[in-house]
């Protein structure tokens, strides 16, 4: 997973990804003594040259051996040595704590040498050396490989450093090796995503390497040294094969995604080109052109539509596609029982809740980083700067490009608008037939996990950790104030904590008069706070606690902070302003805060990765999407008390309950669909499908519309929401992730989280 500390850098992706914490059992941690004499003198015998370069570093006096609970600068360059080794996962701190040694441990045991956790000179020496293939164990033996050999075929433990999925500071460092040879002009979030991939790919075809999209140790050598390496030319033309990453959240064992080069691809472009939905060239590369042919296909037969081929997709193509053609197959899903022909995609097997019996998806969590290269691309916007460097673009439909869609083959700064819009159904009444519009387009220096409308002209973006900041615009979207995330936890009555601490800002709520913002930050940044949260977790991990910000909307400034939960997402506050709800994502409950106390008095287990909140006043009730279920919590605020609606669909995440409290809406992350609830019964009845990974969604005022944000494929979506039917889907820019509506503008505003807010006049 992308680790915490990560996350600031990105994305991202919502790809999924794995903690290194969440990996570490008992058993890691408890290792019997070893017999590690023989391997030691074997070890030292053999790496006694990288030894005598030790004494530079300080390193080869046994009694300056990095150990547990130490914090320094050499701590944060092993941190970078087991990452590399693939032994670490977790962000580069600078503290020895217990994640650090679970990592070494690990990587002793795995060269022979004494797994006590303490890095001496031995075990320095091995991880300077760069080797991350496990030694023989005694009594066997293992093959030579000579250097040659390695060449040819490269294994992936001892050649794999980087890959499209990965988090960390030595992504960024890529990035900026890639932008300074001119092969990436997107933004340095340390997020190894499609852009990063498609540079990466570029650069290894410039170079001579494999071009994989994997950075391994000669492209790493080829970027850090700026020499162009040429390996010897083949005799016959040769294709990279398609890498099947550990962190792909599906459990084919056959994937083609965007990116692979390979003949397989050539023959999926052939198959859907003869059916009709791919008009490119067969080129054998799987681009953008042939990833929006494959979604185009999955949603016209039923398919979860994430632009992948896998066993499932490869299956219909290769014996439906010749009795179907894009003009009769349906627009979209509206069974309430999923489609059996659907993939899997299992992001945490481990974790998986038991499917209901009328179906066998299972459920996929959100990633918290954005993964997805078709970045916003304007032709000629005019822009203008203010003095706290917040960038607007003002756009009018003139400057852009509403019909020629993004083409991978073109440089990024080259490429066309991908501001289509295009409607999915026939004609509606004319009540619903007006059309969103782009009117404006905000960047800066912003990562925006949510945007939400205070419900009195002021927009708050949270930013989480990758700046640092909530950004507050106004109707007349200008910039009006930069709060930062930083606070002194000592003057709120948290003694504990001395001096400032930083947070990461997620998700906003306001009270009914738009007076206070409660904002939900992620994690906390500073002593004291050493076992950070991440997207793959459990309670039993006892990972740190958070915080929860109030900000008064007149002076902009903190003016309140609640501990909480662990990993808090979503904020939800109730009209009378007396509680305020927060879903705890890796303590797996919901924190109630009473705000005339100040305080936390009440935490509500709920399972599994709780995430979206909608509190019905009328009743006194509070659901909470449990997303690592197909379940939604019934909340009593009275007494507390917690009922169920059951079997709604696959990953719920975000909720809205209509104006009138009769409907409840919520976006089903794991299908693809929005489900619609009839209250107080709980009878879900219908479904409908709006494109991959629907993630936030907001009512117009009236509840007669409905808008969508869908991560996976760069849209918004829509929906009238009295027959359930997409109007109208919009290409925004990559990763959109938060969205908020202005009932007194009718203006939609969307949250990408690739660095800009669009916003749309409906």
């Given at each position: 997973?992308?680790?915490?500390?990560?996350?600031?850098?990105?994305?991202?992706?919502?790809?999924?990804?794995?903690?290194?914490?969440?990996?570490?059992?008992?058993?890691?941690?408890?290792?019997?003594?070893?017999?590690?004499?023989?391997?030691?003198?074997?070890?030292?015998?053999?790496?006694?040259?990288?030894?005598?370069?030790?004494?530079?570093?300080?390193?080869?006096?046994?009694?300056?051996?990095?150990?547990?609970?130490?914090?320094?600068?050499?701590?944060?360059?092993?941190?970078?040595?087991?990452?590399?080794?693939?032994?670490?996962?977790?962000?580069?701190?600078?503290?020895?704590?217990?994640?650090?040694?679970?990592?070494?441990?690990?990587?002793?045991?795995?060269?022979?040498?004494?797994?006590?956790?303490?890095?001496?000179?031995q075990t320095l020496a091995l991880l300077e050396s760069g080797l991350k293939t496990p030694t023989p164990e005694v009594g066997k033996t293992k093959p030579s490989v000579t250097k040659t050999t390695a060449r040819k075929s490269p294994t992936p433990s001892s050649q794999v450093i980087l890959q499209r999925g990965d988090l960390s500071y030595e992504v960024m460092s890529v990035q900026r090796k890639l932008q300074a040879a001119g092969y990436f002009d997107q933004p340095i979030t340390g997020d190894f995503n499609a852009a990063t991939e498609a540079a990466v790919i570029k650069f290894q075809q410039a170079h001579g390497l494999v071009a994989n999209g994997i950075v391994d140790s000669r492209t790493?050598?080829?970027?850090?040294?700026?020499?162009?390496?040429?390996?010897?030319?083949?005799?016959?033309?040769?294709?990279?094969?398609?890498?099947?990453?550990?962190?792909?959240?599906?459990?084919?064992?056959?994937?083609?995604?965007?990116?692979?080069?390979?003949?397989?691809?050539?023959?999926?472009?052939?198959?859907?080109?003869?059916?009709?939905?791919?008009?490119?060239?067969?080129?054998?590369?799987?681009?953008?052109?042939?990833?929006?042919?494959?979604?185009?296909?999955?949603?016209?037969?039923?398919?979860?539509?994430?632009?992948?081929?896998?066993?499932?997709?490869?299956?219909?193509?290769?014996?439906?596609?010749?009795?179907?053609?894009?003009?009769?197959?349906?627009?979209?899903?509206?069974?309430?029982?999923?489609?059996?022909?659907?993939?899997?995609?299992?992001?945490?097997?481990?974790?998986?809740?038991?499917?209901?019996?009328?179906?066998?998806?299972?459920?996929?969590?959100?990633?918290?980083?954005?993964?997805?290269?078709?970045?916003?691309?304007?032709?000629?916007?005019?822009?203008?700067?203010?003095?706290?460097?917040?960038?607007?673009?003002?756009?009018?439909?003139?400057?852009?490009?509403?019909?020629?869609?993004?083409?991978?083959?073109?440089?990024?700064?080259?490429?066309?608008?991908?501001?289509?819009?295009?409607?999915?159904?026939?004609?509606?009444?004319?009540?619903?037939?007006?059309?969103?519009?782009?009117?404006?387009?905000?960047?800066?220096?912003?990562?925006?996990?949510?945007?939400?409308?205070?419900?009195?002209?002021?927009?708050?973006?949270?930013?989480?950790?990758?700046?640092?900041?909530?950004?507050?615009?106004?109707?007349?979207?200008?910039?009006?104030?930069?709060?930062?995330?930083?606070?002194?936890?000592?003057?709120?009555?948290?003694?504990?904590?001395?001096?400032?601490?930083?947070?990461?800002?997620?998700?906003?709520?306001?009270?009914?008069?738009?007076?206070?913002?409660?904002?939900?930050?992620?994690?906390?940044?500073?002593?004291?706070?050493?076992?950070?949260?991440?997207?793959?977790?459990?309670?039993?991990?006892?990972?740190?606690?958070?915080?929860?910000?109030?900000?008064?909307?007149?002076?902009?400034?903190?003016?309140?902070?609640?501990?909480?939960?662990?990993?808090?997402?979503?904020?939800?506050?109730?009209?009378?302003?007396?509680?305020?709800?927060?879903?705890?994502?890796?303590?797996?409950?919901?924190?109630?805060?009473?705000?005339?106390?100040?305080?936390?008095?009440?935490?509500?287990?709920?399972?599994?990765?709780?995430?979206?909140?909608?509190?019905?006043?009328?009743?006194?009730?509070?659901?909470?999407?449990?997303?690592?279920?197909?379940?939604?919590?019934?909340?009593?605020?009275?007494?507390?008390?917690?009922?169920?609606?059951?079997?709604?669909?696959?990953?719920?995440?975000?909720?809205?309950?209509?104006?009138?409290?009769?409907?409840?809406?919520?976006?089903?992350?794991?299908?693809?669909?929005?489900?619609?609830?009839?209250?107080?019964?709980?009878?879900?009845?219908?479904?409908?499908?709006?494109?991959?990974?629907?993630?936030?969604?907001?009512?117009?005022?009236?509840?007669?519309?409905?808008?969508?944000?869908?991560?996976?494929?760069?849209?918004?979506?829509?929906?009238?929401?009295?027959?359930?039917?997409?109007?109208?889907?919009?290409?925004?820019?990559?990763?959109?992730?938060?969205?908020?509506?202005?009932?007194?503008?009718?203006?939609?505003?969307?949250?990408?989280?690739?660095?800009?807010?669009?916003?749309?006049?409906?």
């Amino acid at each position: 997973m992308d680790t915490l500390a990560y996350l600031h850098l990105a994305e991202s992706y919502e790809t999924s990804v794995n903690s290194e914490s969440a990996n570490i059992t008992d058993s890691d941690l408890c290792y019997p003594k070893l017999n590690w004499l023989p391997e030691r003198r074997g070890a030292f015998m053999l790496f006694i040259s990288c030894a005598f370069g030790l004494s530079s570093l300080g390193w080869s006096n046994p009694a300056q051996a990095l150990k547990k609970g130490e914090k320094n600068s050499q701590v944060a360059s092993l941190q970078q040595k087991l990452q590399a080794a693939g032994y670490f996962k977790q962000a580069v701190t600078g503290y020895f704590g217990p994640v650090t040694e679970a990592a070494v441990i690990k990587f002793q045991k795995a060269h022979g040498l004494k797994a006590d956790g303490v890095v001496g000179s031995q075990t320095l020496a091995l991880l300077e050396s760069g080797l991350k293939t496990p030694t023989p164990e005694v009594g066997k033996t293992k093959p030579s490989v000579t250097k040659t050999t390695a060449r040819k075929s490269p294994t992936p433990s001892s050649q794999v450093i980087l890959q499209r999925g990965d988090l960390s500071y030595e992504v960024m460092s890529v990035q900026r090796k890639l932008q300074a040879a001119g092969y990436f002009d997107q933004p340095i979030t340390g997020d190894f995503n499609a852009a990063t991939e498609a540079a990466v790919i570029k650069f290894q075809q410039a170079h001579g390497l494999v071009a994989n999209g994997i950075v391994d140790s000669r492209t790493l050598t080829a970027l850090e040294s700026g020499a162009k390496i040429v390996t010897t030319a083949p005799s016959q033309p040769t294709t990279p094969a398609v890498v099947n990453s550990p962190k792909v959240r599906s459990p084919q064992t056959s994937l083609l995604r965007r990116g692979d080069i390979s003949a397989e691809v050539k023959s999926i472009q052939q198959q859907l080109q003869a059916s009709g939905y791919l008009d490119q060239a067969i080129t054998g590369s799987f681009d953008a052109a042939t990833e929006a042919a494959v979604l185009k296909f999955q949603k016209a037969h039923g398919l979860i539509a994430d632009g992948i081929v896998g066993p499932k997709t490869l299956a219909v193509i290769k014996f439906k596609v010749k009795t179907a053609s894009p003009s009769t197959q349906p627009a979209r899903q509206n069974s309430l029982i999923p489609n059996k022909s659907q993939e899997l995609k299992t992001p945490i097997k481990e974790q998986t809740p038991p499917a209901p019996k009328t179906n066998s998806i299972k459920f996929a969590t959100e990633p918290t980083q954005p993964t997805n290269a078709n970045s916003l691309v304007t032709k000629q916007p005019i822009q203008l700067e203010n003095p706290n460097n917040e960038k607007i673009l003002t756009a009018s439909t003139s400057e852009y490009d509403f019909t020629q869609p993004a083409s991978e083959d073109l440089p990024l700064q080259n490429q066309p608008s991908q501001l289509e819009t295009k409607d999915n159904i026939q004609k509606t009444s004319p009540n619903h037939s007006s059309k969103m519009t782009l009117k404006k387009i905000i960047s800066g220096k912003i990562s925006p996990k949510s945007v939400v409308h205070s419900g009195n002209g002021l927009f708050f973006a949270q930013n989480m950790m990758y700046n640092h900041t909530i950004t507050v615009y106004n109707r007349e979207h200008k910039l009006v104030k930069v709060i930062p995330d930083k606070v002194d936890l000592s003057k709120f009555g948290y003694s504990k904590f001395k001096g400032n601490y930083q947070g990461a800002p997620v998700e906003a709520s306001f009270s009914s008069d738009g007076k206070y913002a409660w904002i939900s930050n992620y994690q906390m940044y500073g002593p004291g706070f050493n076992n950070p949260g991440s997207d793959k977790c459990n309670p039993s991990q006892k990972t740190d606690k958070s915080f929860l910000y109030r900000i008064n909307t007149d002076s902009l400034e903190i003016d309140h902070v609640v501990q909480v939960g662990s990993v808090p997402k979503f904020v939800a506050t109730s009209n009378d302003e007396r509680l305020v709800l927060v879903s705890n994502w890796c303590s797996w409950d919901l924190s109630v805060v009473d705000t005339i106390k100040n305080k936390e008095i009440k935490r509500i287990p709920l399972g599994p990765y709780p995430r979206g909140i909608a509190i019905d006043e009328a009743a006194n009730k509070a659901y909470v999407a449990v997303m690592g279920s197909y379940d939604i919590a019934k909340v009593d605020l009275n007494n507390f008390s917690v009922q169920w609606l059951k079997n709604i669909g696959n990953a719920p995440r975000h909720l809205n309950i209509d104006p009138n409290g009769k409907y409840l809406y919520t976006s089903l992350n794991g299908e693809g669909k929005i489900a619609k609830i009839k209250l107080p019964q709980g009878k879900l009845i219908d479904k409908v499908s709006t494109g991959n990974a629907p993630r936030s969604m907001v009512l117009s005022d009236d509840g007669q519309r409905l808008y969508v944000v869908n991560y996976g494929d760069n849209t918004i979506s829509k929906i009238r929401t009295n027959d359930l039917k997409v109007i109208q889907t919009v290409n925004v820019g990559a990763n959109p992730i938060g969205i908020t509506y202005d009932p007194q503008t009718r203006e939609v505003w969307v949250a990408c989280y690739s660095g800009n807010i669009m916003v749309f006049q409906d």
